[in-house]
């Protein structure tokens, strides 16, 4: 893969990274902000993801319609994502219309007028974007583990948002939240694709130079305190399953620990991908697989790390077999980890990762919207040369540190233990 | 300001000219698009193999046999196989579909040989395993109880129940649980012996490789598979329209949301009218965010997050059907606005503007779909699978241009019978 790509700083702040690719006539931008659930509270939980709905309804240039018109017309696809550490907006189309994209992002950053009868029909798609989530018993159990393991930390909420927060936060707290975190310097702009990067960059500058800056709001970010005992969350709900998710307090992505924890967490629930689009690889001869499926504990199993800025949650969710129990779910995975615990994995396991995660990449760069993602997403919690150097860290993690892993993250101390059981029959409400 | 290579672009277009075809002497038919851009491969494919053979007491056994395929071969256990797999960073599923069992795959280049020799000796000399069939079946009856409780997916069977009654269609694939719990290994080996072979077989690869090598190497691996007996697919039996409204609901108590599907009996792929009806479902609900649907119930109701439409036919006429997902309070409401959009969509013809903005949507898009290995080998597989001629993409952008509205409405009142929608609710 050419790695070559250019970066740079606009006088107003904005960060610009593109990275042409000529294998398909092709352009894919991402316009990201660097604002998400992370930086909210009580009484505004949910704020920065309705903001991004809110970012669909149009501005006086490019109307809602014409918007999303005007990107469909040429077969280009968009969409936004908003997660704890960010929201992201994005246009993939032919590389000829990709000026389309760079013209109303520039728009939206700050003509978006947040009409007051759009926020309130917004309001019930996002209650209801919330009840569909609460239709799965793994959001349910999810969002108390999260809760639990951030007492003071804004991870602490889901980036949905509390139902009485989405029941009460007004037009004037979303237009203000928009204004205050929606400038070139909050923002990255990030295209990838067949484009010449001179003749772009001149563009951008017409597009973007001339956009005011701005200051952000005193972001007060709460560290999490150290977990001193481990905490136990009981859910129920409706069904005949249960579930189990243990999560341990993990570092941060730009944490040197991060490395060794991906080669831990691959070893223990199997490769996990960074990609937004592309293929993924089955985990049947992960240590955790073996231990709970293939001995009928579990009927399945999986994990990951999160890549955030401030630490987060190594997360190992199972769905319970109907013959066994969430405790015997528990009993195996720490017998597990503390194998870990007490021996080094072989070498060629921590090899085997290392393949896993060039496949994956491979998968990955076959997309150029994945591409202009990958350079977004390693910037808002370390930069480009993260992901760059992606593989040649892990390929540099040794067994002893994978040991050292388990032994500092994987104890009990410093885990949240969740269990989702289905209600009595008599207790379901009506 | 741009490279415009669209010109360029089209000539690369799959076609008769880029894309290697070669039939086997036992009818496997192979299917190769080199691209070298990436270091991975992708193999995807099918087998006529499909639940069309199952007993009604037996539903469900398609996929059960697909999936049990690489749970052990005579050459491997199950760990073996997923050790070669997982350690080369490679995936491989083998899944039971109505008409077709179909498999898919992606490895980096280097192991694609590998992974042509896991799948050919699944797909010949599975074992089996008692204990793997057994571990398979408590994973099946976990699903279908969640299964059960899942409004989206319950509202999808269900419409299938009161659209296909008697026909194959109206039977879920994954089975029931009474039927999961009847099939025995017995059940497994027959169906494989009995309904897999090389007739009708075909295999679409497409990444770093060079076709003459790959053909080569599954010549070497399934040129010799043979089965005389190997049954043809039956016919599928007519489906009558519904002659009369039909509502059904399901009670899932607990849930906080319901999802809602109204729909009709759509065309199959190969059908004349195809083209206009796809377009006509793009304008109904998909073009932009999720077209008039997403306009009239998610925009300016407010009542879902999700509201659009689908036209899913393939082999045989698969439904054509709008779904949404809505506070329960407001299914009733959320019905009512889906039904004045379905009956403007089908007495009166789009606007010459709807139609060619969906026009040029469907022009645009398919560089964007061929980007990828996987989404140019599904491309080429459905090229073999409906007969639509090695030149179809390359001819696809004069079909889409030359539908008229006219088109449009007939595809439309054809399928839209108002008086006779049938309408699944599955919530709270």
Known sequence: MDNSFTRLELPNGLLVLLKEIHTAPIASLWLWYRVGSRNEGPGTTGISHWTE?????????????VLDKAVAREGGYRNAMTFMDWTTYFETLPANKIDLALDLEADRMHNSEFDPEEVESERTVIISERQGHENEPMFLLAEEVQAAAFRVHSYHHEVIGDQADLETIHRDDLYQHYRSHYFPGNAILTLAGDFSTNAMLDRIRELYEPLPGGSLPKLKIRPEPVQSGERIINVEGPGDTTYVEVVYHAPAASDPDFFPYLVADSLLTGPSSLNVFGGGISNKTSLLYQALVDKELAVSLHGGLTATVDPFLHTIMATVHPESTAEAVVEAIDKEVSILQKTPPRQADVDRAVKQARALFAYGSESITNQAFWMGYAEIFDNYEWFLSYLDRLAEVTPEQIQGIAQKYMRRSNRVRGVYRPFDRQEIPA | MTVDKSNSFSKSLPGADNIHRRMLANGIVV??????????????????????????????????????????????????????????????HINGGVHTTGFGSQALAEDLDLLLRLLAEALRQPTFPEEQVELLRARYLTSLAIRAQDTREMSSLTFDQIVYPGHPYARPEDGYPETIRAI?????????????????????????????????????????????????????????????????????????????????????????????????????????????????????????????????????????????????????????????????????????????????????????????????????????????????????????????????????????????LAVAIAGP
């Open chain 1, 53 to 65: 709905h809110m970012q669909f309804k149009g501005t006086p240039r490019f109307p809602a319609e």
């Open chain 2, 31 to 92: 299917l190769v698009r080199s691209n070298f851009n990436s270091p991975s491969v992708v193999v995807n494919g099918y087998l006529l193999a499909g639940n069309l053979f199952e007993q009604d007491d037996r539903l469900g056994l398609a996929g059960y046999t697909a999936d049990a395929l690489l749970r052990g071969t005579e050459q491997r256990t199950f760990h073996e196989i997923y050790d070669h797999l997982e350690s080369a960073g490679a995936n491989l």
């Open chain 2, 184 to 420: 025995t290994r017995e059940d497994l080996l027959k169906f494989h012996r009995t309904y897999y072979g090389p007739r009708g077989m075909v295999i679409a690869v497409v990444g770093a490789v060079e076709a003459e090598k790959v053909f080569n190497t599954v010549d070497g691996l399934l040129g010799d598979w043979q089965n005389p007996d190997q049954p043809v697919p039956p016919n599928l039996p007519p489906n009558p329209a519904p002659a009369e409204p039909l509502t059904r609901k399901v009670d899932i108590p607990g849930k906080f949301q319901a999802d809602v599907v109204v729909g009709v009996i759509g065309p199959e792929r190969r059908a004349e009218d195809f083209i206009p009806a796809a377009l006509g479902n793009n304008i109904l609900g998909v073009f932009g965010m999720m077209g008039r649907m997403g306009e009239t119930v998610r925009e300016k109701a407010g009542l879902a997050y999700y509201a659009y439409s689908q036209l899913s036919g393939g082999m045989g006429p698969g439904p054509w059907y709008v779904s949404a997902g809505v506070d329960p309070a407001n299914v009733e409401q959320a019905i009512e606005l889906i039904r004045d959009e379905i009956e403007r969509f089908s007495i009166q013809a789009v606007s010459a503007e709807e139609l060619a903005d969906s026009q040029s949507n469907f022009i645009g898009r398919l560089p964007l779909s061929l980007e990828s290995n996987s989404g140019m080998a599904s491309a080429i597989l459905n090229l073999e699978r409906y007969d639509l001629g090695l030149d179809y993409y390359q001819d696809y952008p004069e079909m889409v241009r030359r539908v008229s509205v006219e088109q449009i409405l007939e595809s439309a009142r054809h399928y839209w019978d108002l008086d006779n």
